[in-house]
Nanobody
Framework: QVQLVESGGGLAQPGGSLRLSCAAS????????MSWARQAPGKGLEWVSG????????YYAGFAQGRFTISRDNVNSVLYLQMNSLKPEDTALYFC????????????????RGQGTQVTVSS
């Protein structure tokens, strides 16, 4: 049974940092690309970043490039998102999602995502 459990969200000041984690279980973690997506209040789901199965390639949405860093620990099956220089518009519920394969051809397999962790950026 695939399980994805996010943690690390909270309240941050503008310009601050947070590190999100996603603990994965129930599948061979290193064989799947993973991604982060977010949903702000009243808005649709927005893709944030993706990483291929072996961690060798990473991809970012324009708003995340240069501020966010995605990484993964394939030994312990954990996905991370380091978020720096946070802005109020980064306020959202952040989800980790399992890809359809190792290469990231589809960042979301259509089924497996966590419950999300709330990030609020406010002074």
């Amino acid at each position: 049974q695939v399980q994805l459990v996010e943690s690390g969200g909270g309240l941050a000041q503008p310009g601050g940092s947070l590190r999100l984690s996603c603990a994965a279980s129930g599948f061979d973690f290193s064989n799947y690309a993973m991604s982060w997506a977010r949903q702000a209040p009243g808005k649709g789901l927005e893709w944030v970043s993706g990483i291929v199965g072996d961690g060798s390639d990473t991809y970012y949405a324009g708003f995340a490039q240069g501020r966010f860093t995605i990484s993964r620990d394939n030994v312990n099956s954990v996905l991370y998102l380091q978020m720096n220089s946070l802005k109020p518009e980064d306020t959202a519920l952040y989800f980790c999602r399992k890809g359809s394969d190792k290469s990231g051809s589809m960042w979301f397999d259509g089924e497996h995502r966590g419950q999300g962790t709330q990030v609020t950026v406010s002074s």
